[in-house]
């Protein structure tokens, strides 16, 4: 089997070295890790002596309006949800001195599932379909409150040491029901240029992300199993722009060894037309658990495939 390929455009986690920053009632003891949006320290608020996650943005982040909306958008979305696949918010914490804000969550140790997938390889197929089964449950209680999450991939999936999965992230959320997405121009054009992450970004999502559904987050639950298996997105290009036509017009190339449930379960999960997929990440869910019990997959409508029928045998005269 090759090697799984690396992934250049997903960002890396890998502690370096930061200042400490000083916020009042907490004790900020080591970094967790770097994104793109901020950095993750690791802390422990003093008043009840509780062990907490404390995200900061950037200090360049915090002088683009945009991007303060979405990293408070992030936090009030998590305080409207509440189950055990996704990080609670416990504060919301603004200097008007300092022009700071932080984010205080709960801490949830661990490793990343796309670091797991890089250190270990791809995942046993059991292993895989629990991980993204449990990724399922968080999302299905998103999208029953009317969120979209837009950015499900493996850098956002935390493994607990007992193999517990968190979804976190929810920078990138949608409110298909109460607009909690700001509508503001400057917003809604920054979006329009990407929204997620190319390699796990459904092809309508990329193109308008407005319009990403639970459908979209479906596929890209689907992308996510496929690296899980294989060590690698579903779809590759030399750029960003070829990543996203490639996705949008190439078939889906499923490697042999996967077995015929499984093949069907992705092919459904990463249709280029989100009516054949699964509806939302319940149906996705029942689908996983189907797989996983060593049955076929739901339809994308959620009704179970028909069983082949077998022929009587006859015996040899």
Known sequence: M???RQRPMLPTMEPTRVPLPQIPGYRIERLLGRGGMGSVF?????????????????????????????????????????HPGLVAVHDLIHDPTT??????????????????VDTDGPLPLAQALNFAGQTAAALAHA???????????????????HGTVKLVDLGLVHNRIGGLSSSSSTTRNRRLVLVGTPEFAAPEQCCNPEEADETSDVWSL?????????GRP???GTTVIDLIINAAT????????????????????LAKDPDQRYADATIAGEALAAVAAGRAPLRPDGSARPRRRRLPRRRMR
């Open 2 to 4: 090759d090697p799984p």
């Open 42 to 82: 690791l802390g422990a608020q003093l008043s009840i002596n509780r062990q907490v996650a404390i995200k900061i943005p950037h200090a360049a982040r915090l002088k683009n309006p945009a991007d303060v909306e979405s990293f408070i958008r992030e936090a009030r979305a998590a305080c409207q949800l509440s």
């Open 99 to 116: 022009g700071m804000h932080a984010c205080v969550m709960e801490y949830a140790p661990g490793r990343t599932a796309a670091q797991i």
């Open 143 to 161: 999208h029953a409150h009317g969120f979209v999450h837009r950015d499900v991939k493996p850098d956002n999936l935390i493994v607990s040491p």
């Open 222 to 230: 689907g992308a996510t199993l496929f690296y899980l298996l294989t």
């Open 234 to 236: 579903p779809f590759d």
């Open 250 to 269: 190439k078939p889906l190339e499923l490697p042999p060894h996967l077995g015929t449930h499984v093949r069907q379960l992705l092919e459904t999960f």
